[in-house]
């Protein structure tokens, strides 16, 4: 868990406490607190990066400041369990340098324990989502 940002790190933890039905309880938690896109980015999926290994539309746009880096995720309110790990990743990499995204196993979700309350290919799809985000931050 040391590759982890210190945020993305209390996050695991916080999943790893939890016992079956609460994961997937606190990760729809997470999915209520996914914002909605900026106003300047709202309307504007042909400027966003389409993750196409998920089932459901997921869209992603990279904002830098200063060497830090910050996602942003359009994804429709009908997919409660990929907008809560949007909102995970979302919270616990804000404004990270890129190489601490690049630095994040692709499957750090075992930590937390989703594997035992997410489909295969769900987690097929969140592991996609943070290959394409590391892609976005190179």
Do not use: N
Not at 52 to 63: A, G, Q, S
Not at 71 to 95: C, K, M, N, Y
Not at 125 to 138: E, P, Q, S, V, Y
């Amino acid at each position: 868990m040391s590759k982890l940002p210190e945020r993305l790190q209390e996050i695991v933890a916080d999943f790893s406490y939890c016992e079956g039905r609460e994961k997937l309880e606190f990760l729809l938690d997470f999915s209520e607190k996914l914002p909605p896109l900026p106003d300047w980015l709202e309307g504007k999926q042909d400027k966003m990066d389409q993750v196409h290994e998920c089932l459901t539309p997921v869209f992603i746009y990279l904002e830098r400041q200063d060497d830090k880096l910050f996602f942003h995720f359009d994804i429709p309110p009908e997919a409660p369990t990929v907008r809560g790990f949007a909102s995970v990743l979302q919270e616990g990499l804000a404004w990270a340098l890129p190489e601490q995204v690049q630095a994040i196993p692709t499957e750090f979700y075992l930590q937390m324990g989703l594997q035992k309350v997410l489909s295969g290919q769900r987690l097929h799809g969140i592991a996609a989502m943070l290959t394409h985000m590391k892609t976005l931050a190179r």
